[in-house]
């Protein structure tokens, strides 16, 4: 497989693996012993790595969360906590969660480990939040298998995330064009806090095609560290982690 094809192939599993962790009770209970909404604990957990910064910087990192809506969490969870310590919390409960659900699955060590160098090797160029949260020390042991993939599935989500971001710009679209143009539509434009009325649809899904193609291809660059074999090695431990995550909530 080609770096770029690695790249399209993995991100359905990266994009819903490295985000599994923030649906965990255990998380959630993170953010009510931090004293604050689960809302404001997932913008913050998520743009905590940016360190003491105005909420309209985070919205601008995140891109697709309507301003508003990010300054209400943002702001809410300021007032209590640093948000420093929200990300360390949002990682501590990512690794704690690799740990528990990853940890006796066989591809697990290999994962991580491959994980590992794809994330070393991504260009972070004009993704702030991926780059904060590479900056960040992961607390747990080389031999944590678990966490490390979580973290490392983490990170990629974000790198995925961040591409898309400069692919969406770059396509001449806003990020509330791109969340409509989406599978979710205006369900998924109110979700993210986005007010009606939107724009129309049509036009726009061709634009998000290529914004997601090009996003493939900036991704892939962290790909070619990879030796033969180990992109198509890579796929297949993400879609056999995701079917193992789903039988077990079966």
């Not at 997601?212 to 993400?238: H, I, K, N």
Request: aromatic letters at 6%; glycine letters at 10%; charged letters at 20%.
């Amino acid at each position: 497989m080609t770096p770029e094809q690695v790249a399209t192939a993995s991100k359905p599993a990266v994009l819903e693996l490295g985000e599994a962790f923030s649906r965990c009770p255990g998380t959630l209970r993170r953010a009510r012993l931090l004293g604050i909404s689960g809302w404001a604990f997932y913008i913050t957990g998520r743009a905590g790595a940016l360190g003491d910064v105005r909420a309209e910087t985070v919205a601008a990192a995140i891109g697709f969360i309507a301003p508003e809506a990010v300054a209400d969490g943002w702001d809410a969870a300021a007032r209590v906590v640093r948000p420093i310590e929200v990300a360390t919390g949002n990682l501590a409960e990512c690794c704690r969660w690799g740990a528990q659900h990853l940890d006796h699955l066989p591809g697990t060590p290999r994962l991580a480990t491959l994980l590992d160098r794809v994330v070393a090797g991504a260009d972070a160029t004009g993704m702030p939040l991926f780059a904060a949260w590479r900056a960040m020390p992961v607390p747990v042991p080389e031999n944590a298998a678990g966490a490390r993939a979580a973290a490392g599935l983490l990170l990629l989500r974000e790198h995925f995330t961040g591409a898309y971001l400069l692919a969406v710009r770059a396509g001449g679209m806003t990020p509330l064009e791109a969340v409509l143009a989406g599978p979710e539509g205006e369900a998924g434009a109110t979700a993210c806090g986005w007010s009606p009325p939107y724009p129309p649809v049509g036009p726009l899904v061709r634009r998000r095609l290529w914004a997601e193609a090009m996003t493939d291809r900036l991704v892939s660059a962290a790909f070619r560290v990879l030796r033969p074999g180990e992109g198509a090695e890579l796929v297949e431990l993400l879609a056999a982690t995701r079917a193992g995550l789903r039988a077990a909530d079966q």
